[in-house]
């Protein structure tokens, strides 16, 4: 101790409080001229894994102990024995760049990347994939002042990928190929390149970036997770600072109630002095700081107080993660949202409005006034009307600003009566439903049990995953039908499945995670744009490529597994939604069907953002946001293809059969699918629709149509438009060339429109 003590670079002050109006704004050290009234000042200073921080104990003489709960309202009025500065540690993988890394990095050749520098990207949908591009995944070269362009980010995402298989090889002494490699990572380029198949958006933001190289935070490359409640019992934290934890590096958190009725919410312990947090300006200080806050509940230990002083302004950009800061208002919400929730339940059981509250204010906290995304799924039991009715807003009025923030689902059992559920489904279209007996007995629900996944305890927000408790799972996206042969998309699976068993490579910061991950090396590599694969060749055809498709992908895991001398992925594909990867490559989303073969879709951008200038010269209409004068919105004509369907023209029961097919014939994991349905024609039929689906599906979920004429707000995202309108609006339209020079702001979780709010 008293080595560490005298290595710290802290100096030692006795100390005063400089206080202000509405929260502690800083602390000032000086000698101490016996008008503090502080007795003296400890500094602790520990030392782990080679990372210091400090922890200042203030003892003041005759101190008068509070006896009310903490607010940020009067925390300027409490004396306080105890100030820290939150320990952050225990929420960073300390990971050293020069630790186990190869000699030489792997590195393409230039020879190889430079040939792709001058072919145009096959960006889809009328200049619209490139702009999403643009303002989401092309990276900052800071030294240069400006973004990447397509060929940089494939090369700087295959880079990543092959370096952390070097990594892993070379560690472990297994014998790195170079010259193999080398090929074979120019084939997996290519293959990104020309969109055969696509990282998800975490992968594009983040593969290749010092998020991975220099800070190892590996976890921020998986889409999704899932974490129970029902070890609440042991550590009624835990569940909580992992949603948070996880939300705050993009990764979408399902979450159960089975912790309900677990453990007794003690309350603040007010005898005993309050302790004063200084909260950090990193992911790590926001995260311990819901930490401690819920532990003086949960545990009964003394009342907290936090100063929020160091946290960044708002709009200040956020450079790991992308995007800018909401500055502190939204911690400060979210801390007094939490004391009053848990006031009002002193001395109760935990219960399952409670879990979903807290989670529901957590994933509003990140959000941040719509600076970032969350996503979150809610599973509860199909017999609990105190869930079910969660967003039931006529008896729950006060839930409508912070319910949104979760899909809500249900485990419904197999042969239960849904007359109940299929009434409130037929409103709103929640909640969903998620058969967990069907996602641990089976892999593809092809009649036989396998039995595979029976530690599995949920799933992820938009449902196309099978999950474990504190299991993170990495998503791949493929398109067949960019590919003119299955021979050619059996290629493309190679290396698509080859990406994301890389991903599984990754450490994490939480034990939890590693033991499940390195056990399981779960993997959803899926399809979109299924809706204009079937319009060109036919349902037939999928299935052949689906059966095909899936075989290849088995042996291909045997040999990768085998390779890098690592346990076979206990599931490998699923059908996720998408969202903003599939319009780079011009793909409808996932199993859905547009709601138009023409539309205009509507993008929004910062007002002041440096691709709009490029926008307007290239002749796409722009005009001010509605009621938000520093947001401009986008118009981009989009056609998906001679002869398509819509999802109007589609039955519910269509929608479901579709979904059962590619449940039997592709996914291990699940399909994730939104059921769209005509409320006065088909909402009496949900219910005899479950009755017959059940033994097909592991989760869905439903959406009632509404007419265009139903929703007449201004600026909607999706606006159907008719074949002459559409050519008179790409008649305008000249090249596009979109120049930026500012950090993207990365989609969130799981890139699906469905599921991410």
């Given amino acids: 101790m008293l080595k560490n003590l005298l290595s710290s670079s802290t100096a030692l002050f006795c100390g005063s409080i400089v206080k202000s109006t509405g929260s ?54 409490i004396e306080y024995k105890r100030q820290r500065m939150l320990d952050t540690s225990s929420l960073t993988l300390i990971f050293n760049s020069s630790d186990n890394q190869p000699s030489h990095r792997f590195k393409l050749s230039d020879r190889f990347v430079e040939k792709y520098k001058s072919i145009k990207p096959p960006f889809g949908f009328n200049g619209l994939g490139e702009v999403v591009y643009k303002r989401t995944y092309s990276r900052l070269i800071e030294e240069e002042n400006r973004n990447e362009e397509w060929f940089e980010t494939v090369e700087r995402v295959v880079n990543g990928t092959y370096n952390m298989q070097k990594v892993w090889i070379e560690t472990h002494k297994l014998g790195w190929n170079a010259r193999k490699a080398q090929k074979s990572a120019q084939e997996m380029y290519d293959r990104i390149f020309h969109m055969k198949f696509l990282p998800s958006g975490r992968g594009l933001y983040g593969m290749g970036t010092p998020l991975t190289e220099q800070r190892g935070l590996f976890a921020a490359l998986n889409n999704c997770a899932f974490v129970s409640t029902d070890s609440m019992k042991e550590d009624p934290l835990k569940p909580f600072v992992f949603l948070m934890d996880m939300s705050m590096l993009g990764v979408g958190v399902g979450f159960d109630t089975k912790g309900a009725g677990s453990i007794i919410i003690k309350g603040v312990d007010n005898s005993r002095s309050p302790v004063m947090n200084i909260i950090a300006d990193s992911r790590e200080g926001w995260v311990e700081s819901v930490k401690v806050l819920l532990d003086s509940y949960f545990n009964g230990t003394p009342p907290q107080l936090f100063d929020y002083s160091k946290i960044r302004p708002m709009g200040a950009p956020i450079r790991g993660f992308g995007g800018v800061s909401s500055g502190p208002g939204a911690l400060r919400e979210l801390h007094d949202n939490i004391s009053q929730l848990l006031d009002k339940n002193v001395g109760k059981p935990v219960s399952v409005t409670v879990i979903v509250d807290l989670m529901n204010y957590i994933g509003k906290c990140v959000v941040s006034g719509n600076i970032r995304r969350s996503a979150e799924i ?175 992908i088995q042996e291909y895991d045997k040999a990768f597994s085998d390779w890098l001398a690592i346990p076979r992925s206990i599931k490998t594909t699923s059908i996720k939604p998408s969202g903003t990867v599939s319009l780079l490559a011009g793909a409808t989303p996932g199993v859905h069907y547009p709601h138009s073969r023409f539309y205009i879709r509507r993008l929004r951008l ?50 479901l059969s579709l979904t059962a097919f590619l449940q039997k014939y592709w996914a291990d994991n699940q399909v994730s699918a939104t059921i769209t349905f005509n409320p006065k024609t088909e909402g009496s039929q949900i219910k005899h629709a479950l009755d017959y689906f059940q033994y097909q599906l592991k989760g869905v979920s439903f959406l009632p149509l509404m007419d265009d004429e ?39 979780f799981c890139d699906g429109q469905s599921c991410t709010v």
């Fill in 606 to 655: 910062a007002s002041n953002s440096p691709l709009l200038n490029s926008l307007i010269e290239a002749g796409y209409k722009t005009e001010p946001a509605f009621g938000d004068a520093n947001t401009t919105v986008i118009e981009f004509p989009v056609d998906c293809g001679e002869g398509i369907r819509t999802c109007k023209e589609l039955s519910m029961w269509e929608q």
């Fill in 710 to 748: 139903g929703t007449p707000y201004p600026q909607m995202p999706y606006e159907s438009i008719d074949e002459k309108t559409y050519k008179e609006m790409v008649s305008k339209l000249k090249n596009l060339h979109v120049v930026s020079n500012q950090e993207p702001t990365p989609e969130r």
């Fill in 24 to 77: 502690i704004k800083s602390l000032t050290f000086g000698s101490n001229n016996g008008s503090t009234g502080f007795k003296k000042l400890m500094i602790k200073s520990y030392n782990i894994n080679k990372r210091s921080f400090h922890t200042n104990c203030f003892i003041r003489n005759n101190v008068e102990e509070s006896s009310t709960n903490i607010t940020t309202e009067n925390v300027n009025s």
């Fill in 378 to 552: 809610a599973f509860g039991e199909a017999d609990s009307e105190e869930f079910i009715n969660l967003k039931n807003y006529e008896l729950n009025p006060h839930r409508m600003s912070y319910g949104w923030t979760s899909n809500n689902s249900i485990f419904a059992e197999i042969g239960m009566d849904y007359s109940k559920v299929a009434e409130r489904v037929a409103v709103n279209g929640e909640p969903g439903l998620a058969y967990l007996d069907n996602m641990r007995k089976f892999s593809r629900m092809n009649g036989v049990e396998d039995n595979k996944d029976q530690r599995a305890s949920g799933g992820n927000p938009c449902l196309e995953q099978t999950l474990e408790s504190y299991e993170l799972c990495c998503l791949v996206e493929t398109f067949p039908n960019n590919h003119e042969s299955l021979e050619d998309y059996l290629k493309t699976l190679k290396y698509a499945f080859l990406y994301a068993k890389t991903v599984t490579l990754g450490k994490t910061h939480w034990p939890e995670v590693n033991r499940v991950m390195l056990r399981n090396r779960r993997i959803g590599c899926s399809m979109s744009g299924l809706a204009q694969f079937i319009t060109k060749r036919g349902v037939e055809e999928l299935r052949k490529w689906s059966v095909a498709g899936y075989e290849s």
